[in-house]
């Protein structure tokens, strides 16, 4: 190969790993002046851990994709109102590395794509559902729900979302129709695919892919700051829509 082709694509990925410590830096500033200021503001007995992640996703019922490895961070562990929460960036990654059929001894290097990545919540109100229930976005995600879909007369709530339920009845009495329009906002602000599940023993689990998660972005202080407590406003009005 050239000189002179290697000299370019040594630059290149030298600008590239600039770009990346650029952005890594300015994330642990904002993790490390703005986001602890955001999260006092809205809960009480903050606990943050930039580098940690909610590790019970298998209990929350929600559709996921397959996935080989997951990775997170910017978790929150907190308190509001009274209830226990817990929020997270999360990412799931498929192995797509390649090996040679005609020598599977070589060894390339780890190879993935992402397949889900947003935000991931869990609030803990403490006090029993009389029903378990989720609500998960049409399209790739709904199609990993294999029960059938509750039959809902709010206009526009079967076209967003497919609803699944264990007790007809106490559906009824618990998603009503005003939460159902509020989870319809909320699936008009959340910049993302919003899904949740509610569950009897009164844990609600929240996501939203957005290949965001928690607090990335980039801009002045202020910008920051009112970014990051919006997105706080959002995960609290989704705990709100089933607070007892």
């Given at each position: 190969?050239?000189y002179?082709?290697?000299f ?5 990925l030298l600008?590239?790993?600039l ?16 986001v602890p ?7 009480q007995?903050?606990?943050f ?16 994709p397959?996935y080989?490895?997951?990775t997170g ?6 308190k ?7 929020l997270?960036?999360?990412?799931l990654?498929r192995?797509v ?12 290097a780890p ?6 990545a947003g935000?991931?919540?869990i609030c803990?109100y403490?006090?029993?559902m009389p029903?378990s229930?989720?609500?998960?976005p049409?399209?790739?995600l ?5 029960s059938?879909?509750v039959?809902?007369?709010v206009?526009g709530?079967e076209?967003?979302?497919k609803?699944?339920?264990?007790d007809?009845?106490a559906r ?11 989870l319809?906002?909320l ?7 919003f899904?949740?599940s ?7 689990y929240?996501a939203?892919e ?8 980039s ?8 970014k990051f407590?919006?997105q706080?406003?959002w995960?609290t009005d989704?705990m ?5």
């Amino acid at each position: 190969m050239p000189y002179g082709m290697l000299f370019v694509i040594a630059v290149v990925l030298l600008l590239g790993w600039l770009h990346s410590s650029r952005k890594e830096a300015a994330r642990q500033d904002a993790d490390r002046r703005i986001v602890p200021v955001v999260l006092d503001a809205v809960f009480q007995e903050v606990q943050f851990a930039p580098n940690g992640r909610i590790t019970c996703f298998g209990e929350s019922g929600l559709p996921l994709p397959q996935y080989d490895r997951m990775t997170g961070g910017e978790h929150v562990r907190a308190k509001y109102r009274g209830y226990e929460v817990e929020l997270c960036s999360i990412e799931l990654d498929r192995d797509v590395s390649y090996t040679d059929p005609d020598d599977p001894t070589v060894v390339n290097a780890p190879s993935y794509d992402t397949v889900y990545a947003g935000l991931w919540g869990i609030c803990r109100y403490g006090t029993p559902m009389p029903v378990s229930l989720t609500f998960t976005p049409r399209g790739k995600l709904g199609q990993l729900v294999r029960s059938a879909s509750v039959q809902n007369p709010v206009d526009g709530f079967e076209q967003q979302f497919k609803l699944t339920a264990d007790d007809d009845t106490a559906r009824n009495v618990c998603l009503t129709e005003e939460k159902c329009r509020k989870l319809l906002a909320l699936a008009g602000t959340a910049e993302g695919s919003f899904s949740g599940s509610l569950h009897r023993d009164g844990t609600l689990y929240f996501a939203v892919e957005n290949n965001k998660g928690l607090f990335k972005g980039s801009g002045s202080d202020d910008v920051l700051r009112e970014k990051f407590a919006r997105q706080l406003k959002w995960c609290t009005d989704v705990m709100d829509v089933f607070a007892p």
